[in-house]
T-cell receptor, first 111, second 116 residues
């Protein structure tokens, strides 16, 4: 399982764009990159998943360079409710494969 | 979208008793489910992989006789914390993927266990 490294914490202000970079130097060919958001006392919630280049959905964008050794989650125009812990996970997405969590990034959005 | 539901959301029990936590996939089938434990301000730690119709696979350091896992159907896995002690107090979370699709994993809302 590819190990991931993320910043421990980040502060931002309402309306700003937040970019969180995750390093995964030993990512395997079959591995996908998935980001989850977790609020206190709740289970993680899926944000976005990608394999290469750029993926965008209604809440975030995911940028993956050609070598796939890192990825950046971009949250546009954050609000106070985006304060949470964000986890970058790397692994094969086949149903039976386990997901191992790294430390995550604690994002605090200030007014 | 796919939903994974846990029950109960919180439970308080006395030391020495056992507690059962249920994890259900509501609109998909899952031959494999995963159980995690999370301590305050820490990341999720994988405890075991629950396999429908067979024994669970436990991560290193997790006592299988302490944390009994049963996966009797394609939509239900249970975790029983046996002879609970205060150090077992934690947030327990389950996860599952739709076995028919290679997609993201879905997580339950978690169960807060407090052993007094």
């Amino acid at each position: 399982l590819a190990k991931t490294t993320q910043p421990i914490s980040m502060d931002s202000y309402e309306g700003q764009e937040v970019n969180i970079t995750c390093s995964h130097n030993n990512i395997a060919t079959n591995d996908y990159i998935t980001w989850y958001q977790q609020f206190p006392s709740q289970g993680p919630r899926f944000i976005i998943q990608g394999y290469k280049t750029k993926v965008t959905n209604e809440v975030a964008s995911l940028f993956i360079p050609a070598d796939r050794k890192s990825s950046t989650l971009s949250l546009p125009r954050v609000s106070l409710s985006d304060t949470a812990v964000y986890y970058c996970l790397v692994g094969d997405i086949a149903a039976g494969n386990k997901l191992t969590f790294g430390g995550g990034t604690r994002v605090l959005v200030k007014p | 979208g796919a939903v994974v539901s846990q029950h109960p959301s919180r439970v308080i029990c006395k030391s020495g008793t056992s507690v059962k936590i249920e994890c259900r996939s509501l609109d998909f089938q899952a031959t494999t489910m995963f159980w995690y434990r999370q301590f305050p301000k820490k990341s999720l730690m994988l405890m075991a992989t629950s396999n429908e119709g067979s024994k669970a696979t436990y991560e290193q350091g997790v006592e299988k006789d302490k944390f009994l896992i049963n996966h009797a159907s394609l939509t239900l896995s249970t975790l029983t914390v046996t002879s609970a002690h205060p150090e077992d107090s934690s947030f327990y979370i389950c996860s599952a993927r739709d076995q028919g699709k290679n997609t993201e994993a879905f997580f339950g809302q978690g169960t807060r266990l407090t052993v007094v």
